[in-house]
């Protein structure tokens, strides 16, 4: 039988860890034992894997001082070979660079899985310390996993062009999702307080506020667009930097613009997208966003910034990418807003992509001529993220791509 540990670095409500639940759900659903290990457990957790969830720490690290932090740092390998051991397990499947970096340091013998959620030139944009480690790890402990799972082409080709990755264990392999389990919790009832709001025509966020989804250009955007529709609104459901949100209603106060919500964390956000006319990213990087999927599921017009791989995503026929502005089956990719910078803005002035932006949320609004041609190719869209070919195929040896 197999044994499966999933290793993750938090229990928050982002795409990694909505996935690490989609797996501990269906490798179940076959029989198989499954632990989920968070580097760091919070009250504050929305992802919960019950009897089988396992810590290492209750504390975050920002209550960390500086040495503990390091401590704990060179101790999690050694903890993570210890519940390996323990529980006999024969596969183990890591998470995002943290996880990976610590799974790699283990020297433990199960099959060993890392996956790579992000294209990480523009995210070492960043040379703080552990972006430092994880881009050595790279060229150094990465050789100990039987398979590096890429979750779009455009990762994996970064990878190896910008970041001195050294081995030969990269795999693309989308990530999965439960279609039918997002569509029976998109028909749940919304809480009476937000029934109201989404009585009206909604722009959707949902991801953390963090400098890598640079929810800054949304909001200008935003801005732009209540001028010609002004009933509009703009919900954004997920938590984050506090120095993020302050920059945000700085700015909102700035430009005097309104109807626009902070929700926080939601433990469904199905639910809220399944009532959202469009749903809209802005991010600086992703790897394949699981929201965008997940929109698609249900049939939400997705307007998206470009990042390498969103076009591959939101495409039927896997084209080559540009940065002009694309139009897909899926709805529109505008120009990219990152410039070369990962920070939070030092001014809010209203840029020429956040203009084309704004431009392409009236488009998606002011028809259904997108829901429409959604709906036509929705099936051709969502089958490379079948759940049951995906999570088999992170457990299978490596296919060698060409």
Same mark, same amino acid.
């Given at each position: 039988m197999k044994k499966i540990l999933l290793i993750m670095p938090y229990g928050s409500v982002g795409g990694m860890e909505r996935l690490a639940l989609t797996f501990?759900?269906?490798y179940r659903s076959l029989g198989y034992e499954v632990k989920a290990l968070k580097i760091i457990k919070l009250d504050s957790d929305i992802i919960h894997f019950g009897d089988d969830e396992l810590f290492l720490s209750g504390v975050d690290f920002s209550g960390m001082t500086m040495q503990r932090r390091m401590r704990f740092y060179f101790s999690v390998p050694l903890y993570i070979r210890r519940i390996i $051991?323990?529980?006999s397990i024969t596969h183990s499947i890591a998470f995002g660079d943290m996880a990976n970096v610590f799974s790699s340091w283990t020297r433990t013998k199960e099959f060993k899985v890392a996956s790579m959620h992000a294209v990480k030139s523009i995210e070492f944009e960043n040379k703080n310390f552990l972006n430092k480690v994880f881009k050595r790890a790279f060229r150094k402990?990465?050789?100990n996993f039987d398979k590096v799972v890429c979750i779009s082409n455009a990762i994996r080709k970064d990878l190896l062009a910008n970041c001195g990755y050294a081995f030969d264990n990269l795999e693309v392999i989308y990530n999965p999702h439960d279609v039918a389990e997002i569509r029976r919790k998109s028909a749940e009832d919304l809480p009476a307080a937000d029934v109201a709001l989404f009585? $009206?025509?909604v722009v959707l966020f949902l991801g953390r506020m963090s400098v890598q989804k640079a929810p800054w250009h949304l909001v200008n955007a935003f801005g732009l667009l209540q001028k010609r529709r002004p009933d509009a609104q703009l919900v954004l459901i997920g938590d984050g930097s506090p120095e993020v949100t302050r920059h945000l209603e700085r700015q909102i106060a700035q430009h005097q613009i309104s109807n626009i919500h902070f929700l926080g964390r939601r433990s469904n956000p199905y639910q809220y997208m399944a009532?959202?006319?469009?749903?809209a990213l802005s991010s600086y990087y992703e790897g394949t966003p699981n929201v965008v999927v997940e929109a698609m599921a249900l049939g939400i017009p997705v307007v998206s910034a470009f990042t390498p791989g969103i076009t591959e995503l939101m495409r039927v026929v896997d084209v080559e990418e540009t940065k002009a502005l694309t139009r897909t089956e899926a709805g529109i990719v505008t120009p990219p807003f990152f410039k070369g910078r990962l920070n939070i803005p030092d001014t809010s002035v209203v840029t020429e992509?956040?203009?084309i932006y704004a431009d392409a949320l009236q488009e998606t609004l002011g028809t259904d001529a997108y829901t429409k041609t959604l709906a036509e190719h929705q099936a051709a869209l969502l089958a490379k993220f079948d759940?049951?070919?995906?999570?088999a195929a992170y457990l299978e040896p490596i296919t060698r791509n060409k």
């Amino acid at each position: 039988m197999k044994k499966i540990l999933l290793i993750m670095p938090y229990g928050s409500v982002g795409g990694m860890e909505r996935l690490a639940l989609t797996f501990y759900n269906h490798y179940r659903s076959l029989g198989y034992e499954v632990k989920a290990l968070k580097i760091i457990k919070l009250d504050s957790d929305i992802i919960h894997f019950g009897d089988d969830e396992l810590f290492l720490s209750g504390v975050d690290f920002s209550g960390m001082t500086m040495q503990r932090r390091m401590r704990f740092y060179f101790s999690v390998p050694l903890y993570i070979r210890r519940i390996i $051991k323990k529980y006999s397990i024969t596969h183990s499947i890591a998470f995002g660079d943290m996880a990976n970096v610590f799974s790699s340091w283990t020297r433990t013998k199960e099959f060993k899985v890392a996956s790579m959620h992000a294209v990480k030139s523009i995210e070492f944009e960043n040379k703080n310390f552990l972006n430092k480690v994880f881009k050595r790890a790279f060229r150094k402990s990465y050789r100990n996993f039987d398979k590096v799972v890429c979750i779009s082409n455009a990762i994996r080709k970064d990878l190896l062009a910008n970041c001195g990755y050294a081995f030969d264990n990269l795999e693309v392999i989308y990530n999965p999702h439960d279609v039918a389990e997002i569509r029976r919790k998109s028909a749940e009832d919304l809480p009476a307080a937000d029934v109201a709001l989404f009585e $009206k025509e909604v722009v959707l966020f949902l991801g953390r506020m963090s400098v890598q989804k640079a929810p800054w250009h949304l909001v200008n955007a935003f801005g732009l667009l209540q001028k010609r529709r002004p009933d509009a609104q703009l919900v954004l459901i997920g938590d984050g930097s506090p120095e993020v949100t302050r920059h945000l209603e700085r700015q909102i106060a700035q430009h005097q613009i309104s109807n626009i919500h902070f929700l926080g964390r939601r433990s469904n956000p199905y639910q809220y997208m399944a009532r959202a006319k469009v749903v809209a990213l802005s991010s600086y990087y992703e790897g394949t966003p699981n929201v965008v999927v997940e929109a698609m599921a249900l049939g939400i017009p997705v307007v998206s910034a470009f990042t390498p791989g969103i076009t591959e995503l939101m495409r039927v026929v896997d084209v080559e990418e540009t940065k002009a502005l694309t139009r897909t089956e899926a709805g529109i990719v505008t120009p990219p807003f990152f410039k070369g910078r990962l920070n939070i803005p030092d001014t809010s002035v209203v840029t020429e992509e956040e203009k084309i932006y704004a431009d392409a949320l009236q488009e998606t609004l002011g028809t259904d001529a997108y829901t429409k041609t959604l709906a036509e190719h929705q099936a051709a869209l969502l089958a490379k993220f079948d759940l049951r070919q995906v999570a088999a195929a992170y457990l299978e040896p490596i296919t060698r791509n060409k």
